[in-house]
């Protein structure tokens, strides 16, 4: 049984890596789409049919191009940076249900590496981690453009994991749990939480473009500068790991807020798997709306709202909770 399960959880790992490695190349398929869509424009189009083989040739670009270390960067740092990027955001999926159990050939799957008691303390608390990729790459990089990207990105990650956080608490409180998979269990009995946690849901799903560096909180590497950020000085693959860590953030944090606030899978039919991948879809498609329809905010905006309007309301939302779960 121990055998079975070492080899279990090895093939999930591999899935994983493999899966959502390629789903962050799809991912900007999608993204240059539905921009190019709302800019009425026609994005990728000559690279094979819709464009869609430019997901390989970026990929055989990115793999292929020279791996350019320049004379005054703190080398180790440098070189590493990327890889704690990249490997934080995919150790956070290992709490993470993807799908309700299923028997394949008389044994029973269950789709997630590990349903640990703190699932979204450590789901949360890796992602967190996240933020030492861009904070050493820019203090790494003998760049003073890069220096202030990973300055403001370590402003926004440790400001706006203070709303996540306390975001989280309220449905913690009900649920009593930490588990993921508990998150799911109990909204199949009592309605999903968004409707008795409204204001949780929205602080949440708001941390979440801060966390992953999305528009309208796109102040780590503002695409309307000259200059890339934190990753100025990288190329190649370091540079891609950069980027498939962003992406991979995008593809778990939008199974997540489902699985918290949305019902998850249900009571683990085929509709509910479905379901849980259609929510998952939207938040991911919104994601890539907001950087459409939505300008940059300036770096004080972004901390006035987190520390002067999120972070109290989140406070309250946990009061009220505690309050009525009382009496």
Request: net charge negative; glycine share 10%; with cysteine.
């Amino acid at each position: 049984m121990d055998n079975a399960y070492l080899i279990e959880t090895i093939i999930k790992v591999v899935v994983i890596l493999l899966v959502f490695s390629a789903l962050a190349g799809i991912g900007t398929y999608f993204e240059r789409k539905i921009l190019a869509f709302m800019q009425r424009r026609l994005g990728p189009m000559n690279v094979g049919p819709f464009g869609l083989l430019q997901v390989g040739a970026d990929g055989i670009k990115l793999f292929t191009k020279e791996d350019i270390i320049p004379s005054n960067v703190v080398g180790p740092i440098f070189k590493i940076a990327p890889v704690i990027t990249a490997a934080t955001a995919f150790m956070a999926a290992a709490a993470i249900p993807f799908l309700p159990s299923f028997t394949l050939f008389g044994y029973e799957v269950h789709p997630i590496v590990a349903d640990i008691n703190i699932g979204i303390l450590y789901v949360l608390g890796v992602m967190a981690i996240g933020l030492f990729g861009p904070l050493l790459g820019g203090m790494a990089s003998a760049n003073k453009f890069a220096l202030l990207s990973a300055a403001r990105a370590a402003a926004v990650f440790i400001s706006y994991e203070v709303v996540t956080g306390l975001s989280a608490l309220a449905p913690i409180m009900m649920v009593g749990s930490l588990s993921l998979i508990d998150f799911n269990n109990y909204q199949i009995e009592n309605g999903w939480i968004v409707w008795s946690q409204p204001l949780a849901f929205i602080l949440f799903w708001i941390a979440a473009f801060a966390e992953t560096g999305r528009t309208p909180f796109h102040l780590i590497a503002n695409d309307h500068e000259i200059i890339d950020g934190f990753g100025t000085e990288y190329s190649g693959m370091r540079w891609g790991l950069f980027f498939i860590g962003e992406y991979a953030n995008m593809f778990f944090i939008s199974f997540v807020i489902p699985i918290i606030f949305l019902g998850g899978f249900g009571d683990g039919t085929v509709l509910g798997a479905f379901a849980l991948f259609g929510k998952m879809a939207f938040f991911f498609f919104f994601f890539l709306w907001t950087r459409a329809a939505w300008p940059d905010v300036r770096p004080d905006q972004l901390m006035w709202l987190c520390w002067k309007v999120l972070m109290p309301l989140a406070v309250i939302n946990v009061v009220i909770t505690g309050f009525v779960m009382m009496f």
